[in-house]
């Protein structure tokens, strides 16, 4: 069977990264400005073993590298996979 759509693997990988970067930027922004009750009603139910604190700007800003990369090659290994059992 021919292959009918090939993914771009690069594209997806700019586009779930640069998601990634404004949906990280949302929820630190969140951080910052919302009441520490808010945050953990939102967020404390799913992290409630780590007890994680954001303390440091630096925290923040490595996060949101960390998220980026990991995120893009996530992105980037999807559509590589796709490519690759689309062709079978």
């Not at 073993?49 to 303390?55: K, N, R």
Request: hydrophobic share 60%; net charge positive.
């Amino acid at each position: 069977m021919p292959l009918k759509n090939k993914l771009d693997s690069w594209l997806i990988a700019k586009t779930s990264a640069a998601w990634m970067a404004v949906l990280y930027i949302v929820c630190a922004v969140g951080f910052i400005l919302l009441p520490s009750t808010t945050i953990d009603f939102l967020w404390k139910p799913m992290f409630h073993a780590l007890g994680l604190q954001a303390t440091d700007p630096t925290f923040l800003v490595i996060g949101l590298v960390e998220a980026v990369v990991y995120t893009a090659l996530a992105g980037w290994l999807f559509a590589a996979l796709y490519n690759y059992f689309s062709k079978r």
